[in-house]
T-cell receptor, first 113, second 118 residues
Framework: GDSVTQMEGPVTLSEEAFLTINCTYT??????LFWYVQYPGEGLQLLLK?????DKGSNKGFEATYRKETTSFHLEKGSVQVSDSAVYFC????????????FGAGTTVTVRA | EAQVTQNPRYLITVTGKKLTVTCSQN?????MSWYRQDPGLGLRQIYY???????DKGDVPEGYKVSRKEKRNFPLILESPSPNQTSLYFC?????????????????FGPGTRLTVL
């Protein structure tokens, strides 16, 4: 089955710092790749996605590029805000003939003012 | 409003007392899924359903049952809960579970159910 390796946290940053969260995956076929965000006390919601190699997903200042050659989908933001404090999950869509979903373990990010 | 709803949001129960957590979506999605979230372990899939009457095990199905009699509902059943099932549970749905890189795999999550088994 598919698997996801996500950078462990927790990560604590100051406002306006640069954030990177690494994510690598194994999957059969050509999955779509997603980053989800979970704000305190809430369910997960989609942050961004990329559906094919070299695609860049972006939203709310976050970006991630689908790197097929390195099977990676690292999340970046150039200048974080306190409101970015959340748990971030990397997730590929199911591979061929497989409908299970795998999520990374989640990375807790805390941004201090 | 398009949404996934779960009930109850909070539940405290005792070992062995059967319980059901309901999940409903109003987006006509085919794929539905249950997850549990535990500190340090992230999100793990319990069961999923590709469509009505089609369900399959995820990574941690032991101690759980599901059913999919209607497209919109996907209840999670704990026949005999135990303390190790204390967790935060999420239901999710998506348009389809099709593999191969399709863009219709975004998961829509419910607000979560916090379950405590004493």
């Amino acid at each position: 089955g598919d698997s996801v390796t996500q950078m462990e946290g927790p990560v604590t940053l100051s406002e306006e710092a640069f954030l990177t969260i690494n994510c690598t995956y194994t999957a059969t076929g050509y999955p779509s790749l997603f980053w989800y965000v979970q704000y305190p006390g809430e369910g997960l919601q989609l942050l961004l996605k990329a559906t094919k190699a070299d695609d860049k997903g972006s939203n709310k200042g976050f970006e991630a590029t689908y790197r097929k050659e390195t099977t990676s989908f690292h999340l970046e933001k150039g200048s974080v805000q306190v409101s970015d404090s959340a748990v971030y999950f990397c997730a590929p869509s199911p591979g061929s003939n497989d409908y299970k979903l795998s999520f990374g373990a989640g990375t807790t990010v805390t941004v201090r003012a | 409003e398009a949404q996934v709803t779960q009930n109850p949001r909070y539940l405290i129960t005792v070992t062995g007392k059967k319980l059901t957590v309901t999940c409903s979506q109003n987006m006509n999605h085919e794929y539905m899924s249950w997850y549990r979230q535990d500190p340090g372990l992230g999100l793990r899939q319990i069961y999923y359903s590709m469509n009505v009457e089609v369900t399959d095990k995820g990574d941690v199905p032991e101690g759980y049952k599901v059913s999919r009699k209607e497209k919109r509902n996907f209840p999670l059943i704990l026949e005999s809960p135990s303390p190790n099932q204390t967790s935060l549970y999420f239901c999710a749905s998506s348009i389809g579970g099709l593999a191969g890189g399709g863009s219709n795999n975004e998961q829509f999550f419910g607000p979560g159910t916090r379950l405590t088994v004493l």
